[in-house]
């Protein structure tokens, strides 16, 4: 099994819907971070989280937010979807003390 | 920010060249890793860099950190159909946690 999986694998919406997308780890590890991966442009950084409910903001929040309820779950929401949201999603666990990040499969979102 | 500068941003290659791709960085970073995306995947883990001047290898792949800790490179030897994908640098600097990826190099090999 997976040790980060993201909910759901592809997602066509559209403007002004608000989405909500899951990660989840089985590597009890501390640290949650979600990026957006757009052609060209790598993975920039959204929001991160070093614990439950610390929040910290990344280069590109605006227009999204996140909820840290539990260790093992990091969830970013769209408010309001746009079409320039249009991308592909990632979330990343590591370790406190370590660098490696694990990154799940991602979510491939469709704003229309 | 920390920037990193990655190249090449594409490379097409014969089966059985050797690959090489650097990034560099505007700053000095503490820790260099070097990723792999598959198509449809997340990245994945190949290498990790942790003193200046180190050269660590993982089976035809071989990536030293910079002397100067602003760069970091990447080789490929002898390359197969199955390196083909996205390669993504990445950065520490400083006390934080966060890291700087590069934007990263397409890699198609022809068979």
């Known amino acids: 099994d997976a040790d980060v999986t993201q909910t759901p694998r592809n997602r066509i919406t559209k403007t002004g819907k608000r989405i909500m997308l899951e990660c989840s780890q089985t590597k009890g590890h501390d640290r949650m971070y979600w990026y957006r991966q757009d052609p060209g442009l790598g993975l920039r950084l959204i929001y991160y989280?070093?614990?439950?409910?610390?929040?910290n903001k990344g280069e590109i929040s605006d227009g999204y937010s996140v909820s840290r309820q539990a260790q093992a779950k990091f969830s970013l929401s769209l408010e309001s979807a746009i079409p320039n949201q249009t991308a592909l999603y990632f979330c990343?666990?590591?370790?406190?003390?370590?660098?490696?990040?694990?990154f799940g499969p991602g979510t491939r979102l469709t704003v229309l | 920010g920390q920037q990193l500068n990655q190249s090449p941003q594409s490379m097409f290659i014969q089966e059985g060249e050797d690959v090489s791709m650097n990034c560099t960085s505007s700053s000095i970073f503490n820790t260099w890793l070097w990723y792999k995306q598959d198509p449809g995947e997340g990245p994945v883990l190949l290498i990790a860099?942790?003193?200046?001047?180190e050269l660590t290898s993982n089976g035809r792949l071989t990536a030293q950190f910079g002397i100067t800790r602003k760069d970091s490179f990447l080789n490929i030897s002898a390359s197969i159909p199955s390196d083909v994908g996205i390669y993504f640098c990445?950065?520490?600097?400083?006390?934080?946690?966060?890291?700087?990826f590069g934007k990263g190099t397409l890699l198609t090999v022809n068979p």
């Open positions: 990445a950065g520490r600097g400083g006390s934080n946690y966060k890291l700087t």
């Open positions: 990343a666990t590591t370790k406190q003390g370590t660098d490696t990040q694990y």
């Open positions: 860099l942790y003193k200046a001047g």
């Open positions: 989280s070093f614990d439950v409910k610390d929040i």
